[in-house]
């Protein structure tokens, strides 16, 4: 009997341990894209897919700093990629390399012509350089990622450019740009129909504001 009672705990003592060794994941340990990363998609047509990744760091769980950290986030990406058509180019297209540690291609890693396609896709971007203005008017928000209770606590912000979301900022622009002329957000900030995850009043958010909203990604 008292050989039973001193391996009785046992069961107890190692639940303990497991919980104690058990790693939770934030919802932004496995989002797709990393900070400054850009990734191009050539279309049939001949028209680019185009998207860039900006991470930011937030200090504290507060709901004030949250909204900073998203807005810097925002605002970093689009200078990402407004950098890259302006000032990166030049180099890109001088460069033989057809890989680099920032740039991803929508290619079929196993085929035989995989070169050949990142050629293409390389051509067409360099071919923009002349049309960064016109290209960058339709840049929207495609997806985030918000991580304020597990470590680190980050935000990344995905924005893109398609031939949709240019034809959609044309036709926006010509109905209502007296508005947009008045309009204090920047363009392209949120999606139609998104609202904004944060506040701008102080406290600490609990986890369920931790959230990962890629669904633009499917969509785009």
Request: proline share 4%; net charge negative.
């Amino acid at each position: 009997m008292r050989k039973i009672m001193k391996y009785s705990n046992i069961p107890i003592i190692l639940s303990f341990i497991f919980i104690a060794n058990t790693v939770y994941a934030g919802p932004c340990d496995d989002y797709p894209y990393f900070h400054q990363q850009k990734y191009f998609e050539l279309l049939p047509d001949g028209k680019m897919k185009i998207l860039v990744t900006a991470r930011e760091d937030i200090a504290v769980n507060d709901a004030g700093i949250v909204t900073v950290a998203m807005e810097t986030a925002g605002e970093l990406a689009r200078a990402e990629m407004s950098r890259f058509m302006l000032e990166e180019t030049g180099r890109y297209c001088e460069s033989t390399d057809t890989t680099t540690q920032t740039i991803t291609y929508a290619v079929d890693e196993n085929s035989p012509n995989k070169n050949t396609q990142i050629e293409r896709i390389k051509e067409r971007v360099c071919s923009l350089a002349n049309a960064t203005s016109a290209l960058l008017t339709g840049v929207y928000e495609v997806a985030r990622c918000v991580q304020v209770n597990e470590e680190p606590r980050v935000v990344y912000i995905t924005v893109g450019v398609s031939p949709d979301s240019q034809d959609a900022a044309a036709r926006l622009s010509e109905q209502t740009n007296d508005s947009l002329n008045r309009s204090t957000r920047p363009q392209g900030t949120l999606r139609p129909g998104q609202e904004d995850q944060g506040s701008s009043g102080g406290g600490s958010l609990n986890r369920d504001y931790d959230r990962k909203d890629t669904e633009g990604l499917k969509k785009f």
